[in-house]
T-cell receptor, first 116, second 115 residues
Framework: GAVVSQHPSRVICKSGTSVKIECRSL??????MFWYRQFPKQSLMLMAT?????????EQGVEKDKFLINHASLTLSTLTVTSAHPEDSSFYIC????????????FGEGSWLTVV | KQEVTQIPAALSVPEGENLVLNCSFT??????LQWFRQDPGKGLTSLLL?????REQTSGRLNASLDKSSGRSTLYIAASQPGDSATYLC??????????????FGRGTQLTVWP
């Protein structure tokens, strides 16, 4: 139980285009989801906290107009990287808080973004 | 701000050795601490979760301890195997309330176990 599915697992896009990454909770409702980014050899850094039905809360230094987060339902949060640049190439991973299991955290499989 | 440090950054050992991975955090007011495994190009697999009121957790050959007051945790791997090769991440959850579930990660320890 408490499975989080993330899609796509890998994506290559051209510089200047936008890419959408989806994070779905398959068998539970997630009012809160978290988006992280991990550069090579670095730790996972929280980008934003996504709350269903309200605006996301972004961490300091993360451009909210560049990284658009939408959490329109209790099972889906999306991260859209707008006008992607090569420096946005990274590993993006989402997680969801599972309230029915005592607030444990389930992670998606992650998405590798390469901007060329 | 919560900062998480993991030592060593990398570890290479022969099969069968018992290992200790270290994690320290700057703010002892944590809700829980979690150890994850990350295989190359993959997501995260949760290994052990220790609540702030607990001192240790065990799962198979893995044992994690927590000393909240000193801001330290160790992950002990007994009788290591080549299949244990991965990056091990330590993460703490500091917040309660609406941001519960937000994790602060260390950079990880890259473990290689050779036959």
């Amino acid at each position: 139980g408490a499975v989080v599915s993330q899609h796509p697992s890998r994506v290559i896009c051209k510089s200047g285009t936008s890419v959408k990454i989806e994070c779905r909770s398959l068998d539970f409702q997630a009012t809160t989801m978290f988006w992280y980014r991990q550069f090579p050899k670095q730790s996972l850094m929280l980008m934003a906290t996504s709350n269903e039905g309200s605006k996301a809360t972004y961490e300091q230094g993360v451009e909210k107009d560049k990284f658009l987060i939408n959490h329109a339902s209790l099972t889906l949060s999306t991260l859209t990287v707008t006008s992607a640049h090569p420096e946005d190439s990274s590993f993006y991973i989402c997680s969801a808080r599972v309230q029915c299991t005592g607030n444990t955290i389930s992670f998606g499989e992650g998405s590798w973004l390469t901007v060329v | 701000k919560q900062e998480v440090t993991q030592i060593p950054a990398a570890l290479s050992v022969p099969e069968g050795e018992n290992l200790v991975l270290n994690c320290s955090f700057t703010d002892s007011a944590i809700y829980n601490l979690q150890w994850f495994r990350q295989d190359p190009g993959k997501g995260l697999t949760s290994l052990l979760l220790i609540q702030s009121s607990q001192r240790e957790q065990t799962s198979g050959r893995l044992n994690a301890s927590l000393d909240k007051s000193s801001g330290r945790s160790t992950l002990y791997i007994a009788a290591s195997q080549p299949g244990d090769s991965a990056t091990y991440l330590c993460a703490v959850s500091k917040d309660r309330g609406s941001t519960l579930g937000r994790l602060y990660f260390g950079r990880g320890t890259q473990l290689t176990v050779w036959p």
